[in-house]
């Protein structure tokens, strides 16, 4: 509950900088809602990609360790 909480308050200032960066006239409701919105999407968009990329890299990771202890395997075997 914390992360959302404070998702939100960093979207909502997200959202009235970047309106103000790309000059879009908005209100500062409107703005800071979309900001949230967008942070609270981002945030966990950025979860699900680190999870799947950890499980890959976990993955191949196991792979090449029980490659390399197969190689070693097989040298000590002969």
Do not use: C, Y
Not at 17 to 24: F, I
Not at 46 to 75: E, K, Y
């Amino acid at each position: 509950m914390p992360q959302i909480l404070f998702l939100a308050v960093i979207g909502a200032a997200a959202g009235l900088l970047a309106t103000r960066l790309m000059r879009v006239r908005m209100d500062v409701p409107s703005a800071m809602g979309l900001g949230v919105i967008g942070a609270l999407v981002g945030g966990f968009a950025l979860r699900l990609i680190v999870t799947v990329g950890g499980w890959a890299i976990t993955f191949v990771l196991a792979v090449l360790g029980s490659m390399a202890l197969i190689w070693v395997w097989q040298r000590l075997k002969r």
